[in-house]
């Protein structure tokens, strides 16, 4: 089977020319792949190398976030033009042999920060060791669970117009609100730490200053969606914009809970993706496609219906605060509810929030129609911890923490 | 099995006292428990008898929702005091044999509204034949499913402190936004249509006029959650905050996606429930239990992994409009896509928005970190059809529509 | 929705009309559906009220063989014509709310037997009390379970022909086999006890001579085939052989394991089927028909496939003699192995023999092709139990015995 | 992760040491490896590379049936002691990157034959492609599954008792019954092929003249089991027989049916698994482990209920001869049936009877009390088409056969 990108572990992402970490039409396709063949994509971690296997947080203190996230590609499929949609097969998703382990992380406020980074300031890390199927780690004892493995990032690239659309409506946003944020609200282009791959002078020039980030997913194109269902056997739709697609793919998971709410929450690592494509010809009309559609595959996790443990999160702050009908508001208030439960068996709030991060935890909008309240829930499974979660009666069974900068400790327990 | 409450489907809600439709601590009692008793339980519909089975949507427009919604209880359990953890077994669900029939509606803007109804303004309805395990509508056709049977309301009465936090958290939201809104951001206790259940004289007034609207669910007793797996087999956990808890039950859902979009989302249906309660000492602290927390039964309705079809949502609005994280916008979003794709098969909007109101559809958080964007996904299991969904090229098998209100069409195809 | 059969919890079998117990082409329709229409059918317990709820085994001792399976129907289907298909779609089976409770027992060697009758010859009985999904008994502690509910029997009535097919093929048999073994290696037709329904005279005498027993399941018609997954919501297709089709069905189970290896083995019980009927022209040739076909429902009790402790069983024999390729033998050294291992906790065997005829367990042919040794494993669900039977050092949970015959005690440890 | 077996992929099995294909307790270990290691171990195709991917069955044909199964180890597990038990925990199994192909074959009826001899008796072959989780096969159109990966083969060394044991019982057999079967009924050590790995000189002979043939799966140690779900994930436990265990590990499958009804039924291949080892004291009496007991993984294929298409099979054989409750002729039935059934679409009788046997089929026992007819049941998973096999009319789409001998074809349709 045919290998259209391998990457190199010792390098950092901005030297090796077969990624990139910008969104832009003229990023140059590093291959061509003709639809019906399946091939292999090796992918980078999405922090290019940054992060290593190590007990401290250092490197997640200081990473740049300027260089991310290395994708691979982009790969020219013959034959699709825009308008139509194509299709991905993903066949399967694995870590890298080489390279057996990942990581989860907190950013420090100031640098990344988190879904709960108001209570969690501080930067945190967890290694995990694959082994087969399933992960474990040194810094979240009692755990161990098989990986959703997954790329939480797929995308076509964006044509010009939609490039400019990205950038007016995200800057319009931050000079909407950035004001009122302590953190970042957007991401806009920025020329530091970007990689347009295989373009050289002026083209690497305007990719720099007019791509746009890989931070968030988008509804054009998909992009960062971290959907940690869309695995091994699933096929996902996307529109086309450019002659050729220029798809890219990276960010690999090999785990990672609904909302993946750390940011660098999932366990990231770099990988290798088997996949195939198809073209659609007049896809994007066909199937009313204006953000990429997908079915999952038939290989996930397994757990019963009645294994999950959980929690209920509504739209009422961790003050008192009533907000209207946020469903974002009610999650983080589930992912409390959950981290307040678990805490009861010795485990530090750092870890449990990395933990809600990277397990199969299922996040799902319960009512979203209740006015002033929007009602969340937050499922855990229960078979990932090798005791019992629900003894009434809890006593410690954690004996050792996350990974912090080097002379910390935040064995904070943090009172909502 | 001993019925702790019968009800009338010919009476309207606020003529039986054995059902109330407020939260307060004074509604009176109607029966006692005994931890481990397993009771039955009959309900009403939420709108206690308000709706009827026939081909018109004017029962919807002039619904009145200062009566709603009638819960049956509240039932006192022996020995629960405030602090523990009242434990509630749901062993069963059923509609009721004397009415095999449910419902589904939108509700008029003006009166009501729901997820979508910037889009949907008016009136429109489903009837649901109930066979078996199984529902099918007239005005839905090609579409059967097994329902996700489930109590959407559960919850223990409020203390006075636990009430009087709710009306002023409530009552402040509304006064710093309602003025930027169209529709209610919140429904304050209102006399005009309250029902205190067995309650007479003084505490019959004190409870109209105080007593918390059943509409929103709530951080500290749960309430209308509407979560479509809390159903047979289940266990939930819920703080205890008067004596005897309490306990009040009732808005039962033959089916329901998860967010119950258009309000009147679910098949909604009067039924009896089977269930237990047991008394969890000290169970608030011991469980760390702010929330309901609940363990879901292993009878649900069951499609393999592989068989959904989903669509992702992120918050830009569907102007083009970029919301910040707003993972609400992004469901909104998600059931649009939906729409927009199962028209092509000749449903009407109208009718898609209601069968993603009710149908076992999954609405999952994805992405949740990724500035600027929430991601959401929103599943439809493909089994609930008589045809194939995947195909490309679509063609209509729709013939019939929704009940409108009389002498109204709404076939409407709205231009997203 | 209609109820073409009603039954009395009061009288033997044979005092109601409207059930039978034999299979015979001339046995009268008790009532006509149309296609189409979904009907409601109460079905008396398979002995037809023989067995009562108490805490002695002695109705199981003397039950009265010759007088089963009563069936309720047949149901003449219109339009149904030998050759046709009759497909019956299964939409609820429901114990009655005027019975709340079923049986599960082990016959005596002499009278009845089971698949270990030569291990267990003694007459046992456990009763089971329904709450909603959910069965616990007073004879099998810390056991809980949502019931796989399901008629064990369901047919076509034979044609003339296919009946003396049936009785000649069974009393060759006899003839063959049945010198070399202690019980009754097959039931032919027997006078005594038979229930001819509505029939009199001439037909109920030659019903009652020539109509073939309703205990084994046969291909041409299934019959008594006791699939436990063939329930709610399933579709299941028959070969038609007489016009009308004549439809029975009964043998209630509100739960059962693959194998109900103690012949008495599910969780029997009086109930009620919801159902609707639909004739296929030339089905048995369309479908390449010679026995049932079935889809099974979307509703089972469903665990994850991590949550079964899984039994391995090979064809030698329990004294190490070597059997070529005898499933059979294979399946009941599992349950063996399955014994041996429960027993760990204080079960007696009986108990245990009963809990895998009646629980939810899952038998699976493995290797059948590799000379000599036929493989099959048994798979016991986990999350049946109170408590967790992974302990390496097992200690005795259980105080109390299933149900023996007055004066008995059968707490034996086989020694295999 | 260190690998304790690696494999040639050019050289036949008995020029490889790593390997064996006799159980004996005198099989010197390759490897020990300590309890609580993660180690890899390759594995070839049980046949040790006598098969070839092409378009001919002539391979299959002229297979040597003495030089089977190529077994990877013995390994020595430290500390593991007589009356232990021996837990391996099955964290992956992958086909070989460098040989991403599998087989699957009818064998002759004179050399070797398969569960339907009878009805086919000539050799045929089915090539399976990997890509990722997914096989299809040019030999067997319009279908693609994802693998239920396992071992066929594990077990432990037997003691020298054991041993003895095995081929007494065995010969025995074939004393008795030999004579009325036209294929063997057991096979008995045999010098010719065998290969004791390591073991020189004497102990090579005694290997060669007392080892015990790996066809069958015994009680005592598991051995060829081929069970579909002992697989990526999941826990086994061994009893122990020798100082150090002596596990042996191979016969892998990428994918199988229950019961591999072939006999060279799955899809075969070389591929690596990853395994980790534990010993627990005495574990053989406090488990009650006379045979090897597991629990499967959380990552299998996944189906939903409602997905299969079932067929019935009962112990009266395809010339009407009643059996008594044979379980082996009941499964046989059902396979009769399904091939019946989807031959309709234009499948040779062989290609189905090669996807039965691969295929992630459900054979289960039903009932195995109700005499004199077993009754089994066979479930075909609907999703692994890629069309609806539930069309009352069908038309063939199948163009292509499978692989037969060079010159042959076998495109039959037996009149069962």
Redesign the interface.
Known sequence: ?RYVTKIDLDLPGDAQPQVHNRWHPEVPATETITPGE?VKIECMDWTGNQIKNDDYADDILHVDLTRIHYLSGPFHIEGAQPGDALLVE???VQPLERQ?WGYGGVFHVDNGG??LDRFYPEAAKTIWDF????ATSRHLPHVKF?GLVHPGIMGTAPSASVLN?WNS??S??KER?QAH?H?????LPNPKGAHGGHAKGDVATKIASEGART?????EN?G???????G??SKCYFPVYVPGANFSIGDLHFSQG??????C?AIEMAGVV???FSV?KD?TK???L?????????????????????????S?DEK?????????TA?R?ACI?AI??L??YGYSDYQIYMLLSCAPI????????????????L?LPM?IFDF?I?R???KSVVASDCAYVKGASHKVIYEF
């Not at 609904?258 to 940011?263: L, N, R």
């Not at 595959?297 to 443990?309: I, S």
């Open positions: 089977m399946t993903i066949k399967d057996p988190g879904f082994e087969g199927v399933q098989s659309e409506r995200e319009s946003l609100i944020h953190t970042a609200v957007a991401q931070i968030p997913g988008r509804p998909g960062n969606c971290d959907i940690k269902n869309l091994r056997g609904d909302g993946e709410i750390s940011f929450g088997t996949c195939s659609i896809g066909e199937l009313s204006k953000s990429p559609m997908f079915i999952a595959g038939d290989v996930p996790t397994q757990y019963g219906p009645a294994r999950y443990l959980t929690f209920e999160g509504f009422v008192g605060h009533q907000e209207f009908m946020c469903a974002t999650y208030q509810r307040e439960y805490r009861r299922e996040g799902h909008i319960a009512g979203i129609v209740d006015v002033p309240n929007a009602c969340t829930t499922s078979d019992d629900r009434v009666e809890a």
